[in-house]
């Protein structure tokens, strides 16, 4: 149980156009699902957390304008990259908690790479 | 200020042999405590998690971890490292009470002689 689906797996954009990416719960509501991101070779990095039906808590040094969360199901959270630059070029991962389920389910992430 | 340190950023042992990961906490109440594997270009595997109970906890592919509480420590072991367990490890933390998310250390990666 508690299995958390990403997609997609990779994408490739140009400069200056928007990505979403999309993070399903499979088999349980999720009433709050993370945001991570991972430079290369470095750690995770929170960097929102959406709670289903309101607005998204981004953490500091994290552009709410730039990453665009939706949070409008139980099973489904979305995040986009709004004019992306090669520098938001990165590894997203999602993750999703409930009331008896920790956030320590991912998803498979996404390597997003802005050309 | 609440941290996890991961002291190793890179180890390499001989197939065959043992291995420890190291990892530390800073945190003012026991966290939920997780272990994860990356390999290259992939997303996170679980190997083991601790909430509460048993200090020592089995996880997947031979791992085990340790928690100790007097040390804030929460240490990864696999008695016989096999090659394909070169990886990069993560230790991370959950607060008791919080939503969900998680704190990660920057890492241990792990090479394999053969």
């Known amino acids: 149980g508690a299995v958390v689906s990403q997609h997609p797996s990779r994408v490739i954009c140009k400069s200056g156009t928007s990505v979403k990416i999309e993070c399903r719960s499979l088999d349980f509501q999720a009433t709050t699902m993370f945001w991570y991101r991972q430079f290369p070779k470095q750690s995770l990095m929170l960097m929102a957390t959406s709670n289903e039906g309101s607005k998204a808590t981004y953490e500091q040094g994290v552009e709410k304008d730039k990453f665009l969360i939706n949070h409008a199901s139980l099973t489904l959270s979305t995040l986009t990259v709004t004019s992306a630059h090669p520098e938001d070029s990165s590894f997203y991962i999602c993750s999703a908690s409930t009331q008896g389920h920790y956030g320590y389910t991912f998803g498979s992430g996404t390597r997003l790479t802005v050309v | 200020a609440q941290s996890v340190t991961q002291p190793d950023i890179h180890i390499t042992v001989s197939e065959g042999a043992s291995l420890e990961l190291r990892c530390n906490y800073s945190y003012g109440a026991t966290p939920y405590l997780f272990w994860y594997v990356q390999s290259p270009g992939q997303g996170l595997q679980l190997l083991l998690k601790?909430?509460?109970?048993?200090?020592l906890v089995q996880g997947i592919k031979g791992f085990e971890a340790e928690f100790k509480r007097s040390q804030s420590s929460f240490n990864l072991r696999k008695p016989s490292v096999h090659w394909s367990d070169a990886a990069e490890y993560f230790c991370a933390v959950g607060l008791r009470g919080s939503q969900g998310n998680l704190i990660f250390g920057k890492g241990t990666k792990l090479s394999v002689k053969p």
């Open positions: 601790y909430f509460s109970g048993d200090t």
